[in-house]
């Protein structure tokens, strides 16, 4: 019984110390911020590769797979919890552990809902934390996108333009016409039309935008 009191309380000791290490000196920066997943392949996976890819922006951590069919997402964060909720239910089940059936019995238990807590945290955060990750569209996704101008762009003026992100919701951008192909544009880029995304300005958040070719005045 007493080595099972030391594993609750490792237990509990490394589910509090990793976040807490993390929070105090950032040692583990993005690897734990993100979680670390590596999904387990199933039985019937038929590669034997890797594929590795690096998350970013607010957390998208390492993602390795393993074959072809995954079944078991792991995750530093999750297991920090699972840690914690198994020696806190260990320190509870001690107290009805009086034979070697019910210790394995309550020892199942534990881990069943430590289980059920990982993955729980899994689904309800952690995964929604990196979908809402993927399908953040910045900068850097608009070049050659098609969208719609909002706010009225003239020659000598910015107005807005609204592109649609990879789940179909509006996102609004400052723009104005292509300096370069200027010359070959309307006077007015009005409210409704639509344009081209041809270059990019970072440094003040700002896209050049285009007519289709076919749109260009003769």
């Not at 105090?24 to 690897?31: A, D, I, L, P, Q």
């Not at 069943?112 to 399908?135: E, F, H, P, Q």
Request: charged share 15%.
């Amino acid at each position: 019984m007493d080595i099972l009191i030391y594993i609750f309380n490792i237990c509990i000791i490394i589910g509090f110390v990793i976040p807490l290490l993390n929070l105090v000196t950032g040692w583990f920066g993005g690897f734990f911020d993100a979680g670390a997943d590596v999904d387990v392949p199933s039985l019937d996976a038929g590669g034997s590769g890797a594929d590795v890819s690096a998350g970013a922006d607010v957390g998208a951590g390492a993602d390795t797979s393993i074959g072809n069919s995954a079944l078991i997402p792991f995750n530093i964060m999750c297991l920090c919890l699972f840690l914690v909720v198994f020696g806190a239910l260990g320190h509870i089940a001690k107290l009805f552990m009086t034979s070697s059936l019910t210790i394995v019995l309550l020892l199942v238990a534990c881990v069943c809902v430590a289980a059920l807590s990982y993955w729980g945290l899994y689904v309800l955060l952690i995964k929604r934390l990196k979908n809402s990750d993927s399908t953040t569209m910045t900068l850097c996704d608009l070049h050659g996108e098609r969208a719609e101008v909002t706010l009225r762009i003239t020659k000598d003026s910015n107005g807005m333009i609204s592109v649609k992100d990879n789940i179909g919701a509006p996102i609004s951008f400052r723009a104005m016409m292509d300096p370069e192909l200027k010359s070959q544009m309307p006077d007015i880029l009005s409210q409704g039309e639509s344009v081209i995304i041809t270059e990019i300005d970072r440094e003040n958040n700002l896209c050049y935008v285009s007519v289709p070719v076919k749109k260009f005045n003769k």
